[in-house]
C-alpha cells in the first residue's frame, strides 16, 4: 500500500521538478506561468526618452555602436565571484564551490550579488575586470530578495574602482537590456535582449519584489551579474534562469534593490518587518476570482501568533490604508509592492490600519515586529549520518505547525550513512533523542557529542520522530563510522 | 528367457512375501512346491489392464490419484492422473480373465467420461475393453472385450472351499507385475466395535484357490463382511450392470441440482473512500468485491444454506441475494441470518422451490465404514450447477473440528467437495470459521451431518451481530483498537530488549499512541507496548508480522508547497495526508466484528501478557465521513472526522469540514480549491459539518469561500 502511494506521489510530482544543476548557482526550480505581460501602469520615463535621443545624439544610434558603448562603461564593474559555502542538504558537511557574478556599486569595494552566490559561505573571493582578485565580507545579505552585499577585503592601489551606477526607475518591455557575467564561469560575457515583461510575479522567497523577465540568455554563473540598459546603468542583478525555457530570465529590479541597501548595510540583512498577512488582490484571472471594488487589498489569513492576528485582523477583512497611506492590490502583480511597503515599516512602532469589514470601515492599529531569521540554523551530525536544521516558521511552515514552539527537522540525509539505515526521512521532525525531548539545534548537540565521547559504552539510541504529524520511534545504531572515508 | 527371469522374480517374491506372512500369522507354512503349483496353475490367467484417460469436458485433467500396492516400499503409492494424462501413460492394474473374453478387475471408482480406453494385455496381446458391470460389494469391476476372436487364458472357478486355502496374489509395479501365494487369511477377522460388524482380512487382487490351485473365488478388497458369501465364486457375485450404474448417477446428479442453486449476493459498495485506489478486478481481494457468486443448499424446511463467509461489515452491506433455479429462473431471497461461528448465510427464498431438500446424515459415523458414498464436487459453472459425482468407500477416518469423526477418503478434495451417503444424506461439509482465527484466511473444516443439524438444532443458531444494515448504522462496522502501530526492526527490537520475544522484530507492532476511551486504552494498553498477536475464539494467534504492519507512511512530507502544481487529472489520486485509519490491522479486526472479545498478546515493560478486549466501533473517519456533493461548484466536502482533525490539529471546537473531491474542469478547480484544504466558512458564516455546508450552498450560486491549505489561508469565490 505504501508503495502504491508514494509511487503515486512521485508520478504526481515528477511533473514539477526541475532537473538542478548540481553547484549550478542560478535557481532554475522555476516554472514559468503563461500569462500576458500587464501593461506598465505609468510611464516613468519621460525623462529617459530625452536621455535616449541625448544618447543617440552623441553616439548614433546604430545598435553595435550603442551595446559596444554600454558594455564597455560597465564592463570594468563586473565582478567573477568564487566562494566555497557550506552544505549540509545531504547530511554531511560537504562545503560546495559556487561561481557567480558581481558589480561594483562603490567606491569603497562594494559589490551587489545574490544571496544564493554566498549562501553560508565560508569564503569569497572576487576577481575584477582587471584581474585584480581579493576576499570579500559580506556586508549584508538577504534570502527574500536573493541580494547580497559584499565589500572587497583590499582595494586595488593603483586605480580608482570603476564603480557601476543602479538605475532607480522602471524600464519598459521592449527595452534593450544586457546580461554581464560568468555563464558556466566563462568571465567577461555579455548576452542581448529585451525586457520581456517588466513587471512579473513570481510567487518564490519573500515576495517583496516584482521581477523583469528577459529573453538575454541566462546561464548558471550570471547569477548576481547585472542587467544593464543600453546607456550602461545597473537595471537590476540577474537571478533566476530556466532550465529547459530556452531564453527566459529573471532579475532583481534596481529600484527594488536600493529601497533596501541601506538596511543591508546597517542590519546586515534586509531586516524586514513583519505583520502576518496572508494577503490575497482583488482580482485574480487564474482563478476567475474577482472582489467587487477596486480599492484596497483582502486579507485571506494571518499567521499565528503574528501581529496582525493579535491585532484581531479576520479573513476576508479588506485593508484600504495603512498608516494614512492607501492600498491596493487590483491584481497579483500589485502584492510585492505591498508587502515590501509593510516590510519596510518601522518595526516596534505602531501602524494604523483603515480596514473594512462587512461593509463597515474600522481602524485596527498593530504593532509590527522584527521578521528576524528567514531560516534555521544548522548541524552536521556525521557519525549519526544526518544534518538537523531548526525549524523556521518562514522556512517550513508546515514543519512549524507541528513545532509552534521551535524544533529541530532532518535536513539532509548521508545515503551512505547510519541515519538512512535506521530509516529516518528527510523532513522528519525531532522530537526526543534517546528519551531527551529536543526543541533546540544546542541541544541535539550536546546529545551527539554526549554520544560521540561515549562511544565505547553504545553506539545505538532512539530518536522519535514526527512524520506528517505521526510519530515515529527510530533506532539509530551508529557503530559503523560511515563518515571516515 | 523372459519368462525365465519372470520366474525367478516370482520365486523370489513370493518367498519373501511367505517369510513374511509367516512371521505375522501362525497360518499353514507355504512350501516351495506349493507355491510353484499355485503359480504355475494360476499365473496364465492374470492380466493387465491399463487404464488411459482424458481430460474433462471442462479441459481440466481429473483430479484424483490412483492407488496401488507397493511390494518394495510395503506401502501404497499414488498415481496422479494428471500426471497419467501429461506423460500419454496409463495406469496398469492387475485382473484376472475369467472367461474367453471376460476379465474382472479391482474397481477405482471411475466415472466414465474421464476414461478414454481401457487396454487388456494378457500374454503380449492388447484387446480393447469396456466396463461391462460393476460388483459393489466386491470393489470389482468386470470388463468385457470387444475383440470377437479373443480367447484369454481364464480361470475355472473349481476349488474345494472345505480344505486349506491360498492366496495367489497378483500386484503391480511400475508396469511389471509380480505374483505370490500366502496362505488364506479369511478366518482372522476384526469386528468393528462401533458398528458391530465382523470382517474378514485379506489381501488384494488374489485368487483364492485350494492347494491344488484350484480357484474358489477372487478378492479385491481389504475387508470383506461377506461372511458365509465371502467364498461365493463370481457367477454368484451381485451384480449391478454398467448402464444400471450410470443411471443410478444421473439420479443422484438429477437430484443434486434440483436442491442445490447458484446465488449471486450483492453488497453495497464499501463506504470506505480513505484512499481513492484504482484497483482492477483481478487485484481485488476478496473483502473488496461487491459481487459474490456461491452455492445454496436447499433445507428439508424451504430455507436454503448459502455457503458465503461475510464478516459483520460485509453482511452489513448486503442489498440482495437472487437464486438461479435449475429451469433458469432468477428468485430474490431473503436473509434470515448468520451462522453464528460459520461461513454461511441461511436464506428464505421468495417462493417455495420444489426440492426436496437435503437431508443430514444423523447416524453413526463410525458405522459408514467400508460403506459406499458419493464423493461430490458440485460448481457454479456461469449460472449453472455442475455436479460430478464419484462413488467411493469410506475406508478411514479422521478427528475434524470439534473432536468429531468423519470419513478420511482418498481423493476426496477436502475444502471443496461435500460428501453424501448412499441414500443421498449429507454427509460432510465445508464451512469456514467465522471471523479471523487464523493467519492464512483458509479455516474450511469439514462439518459432518450430525454438527450441521446439532447447529440448526441450536437455540440461537445465528449471530445477532451478523446482520444487513442500512443507513448510518452501516457506517459504524468497522472495528478497532484505538491504536497506532509501527512497525518493528531488529534494531528497535533490540533496543527494547524484546528481541527474543519478537523472533528479532520480525514480528509485532509498537504501539506509538493509544486513543482515549478507546478499546486498548481501557484495556490498558499504554505507549511503548508491543502487541505480537491477536486470537478470536480458540482460533490460532494471528500474528502481526511486522511487514504486514502497514504505518501508511507516504515515506516523504505532504507535498503541501508544490500543491498548486499537481496536474488537476491527478486529483483523485492524491493520497490522504494523514495515514488511512482504516489500515490492515482494521480490516482484520473489523472482520470478526465489533462487539468481538478478542485476546492481544502484548509486551508490556518487557512483560509477555495476555490481555482480553472487546472489540470497539470505529468512530467515523474519513472514508466513512458524511459527505456533501456540492454538484453545481463541482467539490464534495466531508465532515472533519477524528483523525482529519488530528493531522491539522483542530480544537475539538473549531470550525471547518474538508474537501474530498475537486473535479477536474470544474468551477472549484479553477477557483483553485484541491482536495484536503478545509473550509473554513462560507459568506463568513463558519461551517462545522457538511449540512450547514449543504443549507449555506444550496441554491446559491455566488458564495466565498475562507479555505485553509494546511497553514495558509485565502479567499475562493464564485462569482
Known amino acids: 500500500m505504501r508503495w502504491i502511494l508514494q509511487l503515486l506521489l512521485i508520478t504526481v510530482l515528477g511533473y514539477m521538478f526541475w532537473l538542478g544543476w548540481n553547484g549550478v548557482p542560478v535557481q532554475n526550480k522555476y516554472q514559468v506561468r503563461e500569462e500576458d505581460c500587464s501593461e506598465a501602469t505609468e510611464d516613468p520615463a519621460t525623462a529617459d526618452d530625452a536621455a535616449i535621443e541625448d544618447f543617440e545624439g552623441r553616439y548614433g544610434s546604430d545598435i553595435r555602436r550603442v551595446v559596444r558603448r554600454a558594455g564597455e562603461k560597465v564592463f570594468p564593474s563586473l565582478v567573477y565571484i568564487r566562494s566555497v559555502c557550506s552544505n549540509l542538504e545531504n547530511g554531511r558537511d560537504a562545503a560546495n564551490s559556487v561561481s557567480g557574478s558581481g558589480v561594483l556599486i562603490s567606491g569603497n569595494g562594494e559589490i551587489l550579488t545574490n544571496y544564493h552566490v554566498v549562501d553560508k559561505a565560508k569564503s569569497v573571493r572576487c576577481m575584477l575586470y582587471d584581474s585584480f582578485a581579493s576576499e570579500a565580507e559580506i556586508v549584508g545579505a538577504d534570502k527574500d530578495l536573493d541580494i547580497a552585499l559584499l565589500r572587497l577585503k583590499k582595494l586595488p592601489e593603483k586605480h580608482k574602482l570603476p564603480v557601476a551606477e543602479l538605475y532607480p526607475e522602471h524600464v519598459r518591455e521592449g527595452d534593450f537590456v544586457m546580461a554581464l557575467g560568468a555563464p558556466w564561469g566563462l568571465t567577461r560575457s555579455v548576452s542581448i535582449g529585451i525586457i520581456s515583461c517588466a513587471r512579473r510575479y513570481l510567487p518564490v522567497n519573500g515576495n517583496y519584489n516584482l521581477w523583469y523577465q528577459i529573453d538575454a540568455s541566462i546561464s548558471p554563473g550570471n547569477s548576481g551579474g547585472p542587467l544593464i540598459d543600453t546607456s550602461g546603468r545597473v537595471v537590476g542583478i540577474n537571478t533566476l534562469g530556466v532550465m529547459q525555457g530556452g531564453t527566459i530570465g529573471f532579475t532583481i529590479p534596481s529600484y527594488v534593490i536600493i529601497e533596501v541597501l541601506d538596511r543591508l548595510r546597517k542590519y546586515g540583512r534586509a531586516n524586514w518587518t513583519w505583520c502576518g498577512f496572508q494577503l490575497q488582490p482583488l482580482r485574480d484571472f487564474d482563478t476567475d476570482t474577482y472582489f467587487d471594488g477596486d480599492s484596497g487589498v483582502i486579507v485571506s489569513g494571518t499567521d499565528p501568533e503574528s501581529p496582525a492576528r493579535k491585532g484581531g485582523f479576520l479573513p476576508k477583512d479588506r485593508i484600504v490604508e495603512c498608516n494614512g497611506v492607501k492600498i491596493t492590490a487590483l491584481n497579483q502583480e500589485d502584492l510585492p509592492d505591498i508587502k515590501r511597503k509593510l516590510g519596510l515599516l518601522e518595526f516596534g512602532k505602531k501602524a494604523d490600519f483603515k480596514v473594512i469589514r462587512n461593509g463597515k ?43 509552534p514552539e521551535g524544533g529541530v527537522f532532518v535536513f539532509g540525509i548521508d545515503y551512505f550513512g547510519n541515519a538512512v539505515r535506521a530509516g529516518m526521512e528527510k523532513n522528519d521532525l525531532i522530537l526526543s533523542i534517546g528519551g531527551e525531548k529536543v526543541k533546540k539545534l544546542e541541544e541535539v548537540k550536546k546529545i551527539y557529542d554526549r554520544a560521540i565521547k561515549n562511544l565505547n559504552k553504545s553506539t545505538r539510541i532512539e530518536i522519535v520522530v514526527s512524520r506528517n504529524g505521526r510519530n515515529n520511534t527510530l533506532v539509530l545504531n551508529y557503530s559503523t563510522d560511515y563518515s571516515k572515508e | 528367457m523372459k519368462k525365465f527371469f519372470f520366474a525367478i522374480l516370482m520365486v523370489f517374491f513370493s518367498g519373501f512375501m511367505a517369510a513374511e506372512a509367516a512371521a505375522a500369522n501362525d497360518s499353514a507354512e507355504v512350501d516351495q512346491e506349493l507355491s510353484e503349483r499355485l503359480l504355475k496353475k494360476n499365473s496364465p490367467a492374470v492380466c493387465q489392464v491399463d487404464y488411459y484417460f482424458r481430460l474433462d469436458k471442462y479441459g481440466k485433467s481429473p483430479n484424483f490419484s490412483i492407488k496401488y500396492f507397493c511390494p518394495n516400499c510395503n506401502n501404497y503409492h499414488y498415481d496422479r492422473v494428471s500426471g497419467v494424462i501429461e506423460g500419454k501413460n496409463a495406469v496398469s492394474i492387475p485382473g484376472f480373465a475369467v472367461g474367453d473374453r471376460k476379465v474382472i478387475t479391482t474397481d477405482l471408482n471411475l466415472i466414465p467420461e474421464w476414461i478414454e480406453r481401457i487396454e487388456v494385455r494378457q500374454n503380449g496381446k492388447v484387446y480393447p475393453a469396456v466396463i461391462q458391470s460393476y460388483y459393489p460389494e466386491r470393489m470389482a469391476i468386470a470388463l468385457s472385450i470387444n475383440d470377437p476372436e479373443a480367447k484369454l487364458s481364464k480361470i475355472e472357478f473349481n476349488g474345494k472351499k472345505d480344505g486349506k486355502l491360498y492366496h495367489f496374489f497378483v500386484t503391480d509395479d511400475y508396469g511389471i507385475p509380480f505374483a505370490g501365494v500366502v496362505p488364506y487369511r479369511g478366518d482372522h477377522s476384526v469386528v468393528n466395535l462401533a458398528g458391530n460388524v465382523r470382517y474378514h482380512y485379506s489381501p488384494e487382487n488374489t485368487v483364492i484357490c485350494d ?51 447458484p446465488v449471486s449476493i450483492v453488497l453495497s459498495p464499501p463506504e470506505n473512500r480513505g484512499n481513492r485506489m484504482m484497483l482492477r478486478h483481478s487485484q481485488m481481494s476478496e473483502s473488496d468485491k461487491n459481487e459474490f457468486y456461491a452455492i445454496g443448499m436447499l433445507l428439508p424446511d424451504g430455507r436454503v444454506l448459502v455457503r458465503a463467509k461475510f464478516s459483520p461489515e460485509q453482511t452489513g452491506r448486503l442489498e440482495n441475494i437472487v437464486l438461479t433455479l435449475p429451469d433458469g429462473n432468477r428468485i430474490a431471497a431473503e436473509f434470515v441470518g448468520s451462522l453464528k461461528d460459520w461461513g454461511a448465510i441461511v436464506v428464505m427464498p421468495e417462493k417455495k422451490i420444489s426440492g ?72 460432510l461439509f465445508p464451512l469456514s470459521r467465522q471471523g479471523m482465527v487464523n493467519s492464512y484466511g483458509n479455516d474450511t473444516k469439514l462439518l459432518d451431518g450430525g454438527a450441521l443439524a446439532d447447529i440448526f438444532s441450536s437455540a440461537s443458531p445465528f449471530d445477532p451481530d451478523n446482520i444487513p444494515r442500512k443507513g448510518k448504522d452501516r457506517l459504524a462496522q468497522s ?49 511503548g507496548d508491543i502487541l505480537l498477536y491477536y486470537r478470536y475464539a480458540n482460533g490460532q494467534n494471528i500474528e502481526l508480522a511486522s511487514y504486514e504492519i502497514d504505518s501508511n507512511d507516504l515515506g516523504m512530507q505532504f507535498p503541501w508547497k508544490e500543491y498548486d502544481k499537481i496536474p488537476e487529472q491527478y486529483f483523485e489520486m492524491i493520497p490522504t495526508p494523514w495515514p488511512n485509519v482504516m489500515n490492515s490491522l482494521n480490516t482484520q479486526l473489523s472482520r470478526i466484528g465489533v462487539g468481538k472479545k478478542i485476546t492481544l498478546g502484548v509486551i508490556s515493560d518487557g512483560k509477555f501478557e495476555e490481555k482480553e478486549l472487546t472489540l470497539g466501533a470505529m468512530p467515523l473517519h474519513f472514508g466513512t465521513a458524511e459527505r456533501y456533493n456540492a454538484s453545481d461548484f463541482g467539490f464534495s466536502a466531508a465532515n472533519a472526522t477524528f483523525e482529519v482533525r488530528e493531522y491539522f490539529r483542530m480544537k475539538p471546537d473549531d470550525p471547518g469540514v474538508i474537501v474530498s473531491r475537486v473535479a477536474p474542469g470544474s468551477r472549484a478547480s479553477v477557483a483553485g480549491l484541491r482536495p484536503y484544504e478545509i473550509i473554513l466558512d462560507v459568506d463568513g458564516v463558519a461551517v462545522r459539518n457538511v449540512e450547514e455546508l449543504k443549507k449555506l450552498l444550496s441554491g446559491k450560486s455566488k458564495v466565498s469561500l475562507t479555505v485553509r491549505r494546511m497553514t495558509v489561508n485565502r479567499v475562493v469565490k464564485f462569482n
Open chain 2, 211 to 261: 492347494s491344488d490351485g484350484n480357484a474358489v473365488t477372487l478378492g479385491f478388497r481389504r475387508y470383506l463382511a461377506l461372511r458365509d458369501r465371502r467364498l461365493d465364486s463370481p457367477e454368484k457375485w451381485k451384480m449391478i450392470s454398467a448402464a444400471e450404474r450410470d443411471r443410478t448417477l444421473e439420479e443422484k446428479k438429477k437430484f443434486i441440482i434440483e436442491n442445490f442453486f
Open chain 2, 356 to 427: 426436496k431438500g437435503i437431508e443430514f446424515f444423523r447416524g453413526k459415523m463410525a458405522g459408514m465404514f467400508e460403506q459406499p458414498v458419493n464423493m461430490t464436487a458440485i460448481r457454479n459453472m456461469d449460472g449453472k450447477i455442475d455436479v460430478t459425482i464419484r462413488p467411493g468407500r469410506v475406508e478411514k477416518f479422521q478427528k475434524s473440528y470439534g473432536n468429531r469423526i468423519v470419513p478420511l477418503l482418498e481423493n476426496f478434495s477436502t475444502g471443496k467437495d461435500l460428501l453424501f451417503s448412499n441414500d443421498m444424506k449429507l454427509l
Open chain 1, 361 to 403: 470601515e474600522i481602524s485596527i492599529s498593530i504593532v509590527p515586529v522584527e521578521k528576524g531569521r528567514v531560516e534555521g540554523g544548522e548541524l552536521a551530525l556525521p557519525r549519526w549520518g544526518f544534518s538537523a536544521k531548526s525549524v523556521n516558521r518562514f522556512d517550513n511552515p508546515d514543519l512549524f505547525f507541528y513545532a
Open chain 2, 479 to 527: 472495528a478497532w483498537l484505538g491504536v497506532e502501530l509501527q512497525e518493528l526492526n531488529s534494531e528497535l527490537a533490540r533496543n527494547k530488549n524484546v528481541s527474543a520475544l519478537t523472533d528479532d522484530g520480525e514480528k509485532g507492532g509498537l504501539i506509538t499512541r493509544v486513543r482515549e476511551n478507546s478499546p486498548a486504552a481501557s484495556a490498558g494498553l499504554k505507549e
